[in-house]
């Protein structure tokens, strides 16, 4: 397989064979975000993407799941995104999931008939970085989106049938008073918006981006374990939604904690109010065994 640079993917698509169809991010301006900053975005010629997957084919096999890489796989043009989706179909008989990280700007540039289109042809789970309900906040770390066109996003994923996985972080406002309502505009978010997973993750800085010169320059003050867990709890009470997954796992997490709303709320912040209660760090992942 011919991959250049670093590749991303969602830790749930750690068993799919990983397509690296554009190269980098649209966007690529958010402050928190370093995973592309090395990166001139382009889309790959269509024909380099259809060799890679004859060349899959030979190496593994049939395949079952397929995510789309770089960041933001939804910017490529609808034709040639299912011609893509046409040539995996055709090599890989037993494909049952593609999936793709998508920006809400380039979802919103998409017709509902094109994401209904592409959901048909098999593009149907999608990991949208909501990162925050609020709205002043989603400009801040530039997003490119405000809180109603990041809800629109999700809507119209959701509306034309694909699988949407929210992701959210955690202490995205830093210290003070802004961490409070980041978390309860991520609840009111997530109500209206409804996806089907929600995935929190923390808050890591890292070097070379805006967010983590705000840090050195002492203008970001980055939460504690407990002040995180506080904001997790403080979202998780607000969401009233029913049947959304909860996946709380990720690495940068001090407290891997996972269940499903309603069902498990109840449960899941009982373990966050005795972590915050108590202030026992055996509960906590240390900062060694954290990460991206």
Same mark, same amino acid.
């Given at each position: 397989?011919?991959?250049?640079?670093?590749?991303?993917?969602?830790?749930?698509?750690? *068993?799919?064979?990983?397509?690296?169809?554009?190269?980098?991010?649209?966007?690529?301006?958010?402050? #928190?975000?370093?995973?592309?900053?090395?990166?001139?975005?382009?889309?790959?010629?269509?024909?380099?993407?259809?060799?890679?997957?004859?060349?899959?084919?030979?190496?593994?096999?049939?395949?079952?799941?397929?995510?789309?890489?770089?960041?933001?796989?939804?910017?490529?043009?609808?034709?040639?995104?299912?011609?893509?989706?046409?040539?995996?179909?055709?090599? #890989?008989?037993?494909?049952?999931?593609?999936?793709?990280?998508?920006?809400?700007?380039?979802?919103?540039?998409?017709?509902?008939? &094109?994401?209904?289109?592409?959901?048909?042809?098999?593009?149907?789970?999608?990991?949208?970085?909501? &990162?925050?309900?609020?709205?002043?906040?989603?400009?801040?770390?530039?997003?490119?989106?405000?809180?109603?066109?990041?809800?629109?996003?999700?809507?119209?994923?959701?509306?034309?049938?694909? *699988?949407?996985?929210?992701?959210?972080?955690?202490?995205?406002?830093?210290?003070?008073?802004?961490?409070?309502?980041?978390?309860?505009?991520? !609840?009111?978010?997530? *109500?209206?918006?409804?996806?089907?997973?929600?995935?929190?993750?923390?808050?890591?800085?890292?070097?070379?981006?805006?967010?983590?010169?705000?840090?050195?320059?002492?203008?970001?003050?980055?939460? =504690?374990? #407990?002040?995180?867990? &506080?904001?997790?709890?403080?979202?998780?009470?607000?969401?009233?939604?029913?049947?959304?997954? #909860?996946?709380?796992?990720?690495?940068? *997490?001090?407290?891997?904690?996972? !269940?499903?709303?309603?069902?498990?709320?109840?449960?899941?912040?009982?373990?966050? &109010?005795?972590?915050?209660?108590?202030? =026992?760090?055996?509960?906590?992942?240390?900062?060694?065994?954290?990460?991206?």
């Amino acid at each position: 397989m011919r991959y250049e640079g670093n590749i991303f993917r969602p830790f749930s698509e750690a *068993n799919s064979y990983l397509l690296q169809c554009t190269i980098g991010c649209s966007h690529n301006q958010c402050t #928190f975000c370093g995973m592309y900053k090395d990166k001139h975005y382009r889309v790959r010629p269509l024909q380099e993407i259809k060799e890679d997957i004859q060349m899959a084919r030979k190496y593994y096999g049939d395949v079952e799941k397929v995510f789309l890489c770089d960041g933001d796989a939804i910017a490529i043009d609808t034709e040639i995104l299912l011609e893509i989706l046409d040539c995996l179909k055709q090599n #890989f008989p037993s494909l049952r999931h593609v999936g793709c990280y998508v920006g809400p700007n380039s979802t919103l540039a998409k017709t509902p008939s &094109e994401l209904a289109a592409l959901r048909a042809a098999g593009l149907k789970k999608a990991y949208l970085g909501v &990162e925050t309900g609020d709205d002043q906040l989603l400009r801040e770390v530039k997003k490119g989106v405000g809180a109603a066109e990041m809800l629109e996003a999700g809507r119209r994923l959701i509306q034309a049938g694909w *699988n949407l996985s929210a992701m959210v972080l955690l202490g995205l406002a830093g210290k003070g008073p802004r961490s409070h309502e980041h978390a309860l505009a991520t !609840g009111r978010m997530i *109500n209206e918006m409804r996806p089907h997973y929600l995935a929190a993750l923390t808050v890591t800085p890292v070097p070379g981006t805006v967010l983590y010169r705000q840090v050195q320059r002492g203008e970001f003050w980055v939460l =504690d374990p #407990f002040e995180t867990l &506080e904001e997790m709890k403080i979202m998780l009470e607000a969401i009233t939604a029913d049947s959304i997954k #909860f996946v709380g796992a990720h690495a940068s *997490n001090y407290l891997p904690i996972s !269940g499903t709303l309603q069902k498990d709320k109840e449960d899941m912040l009982k373990i966050i &109010e005795h972590v915050l209660t108590t202030r =026992d760090t055996r509960y906590l992942r240390s900062e060694n065994m954290r990460g991206l």
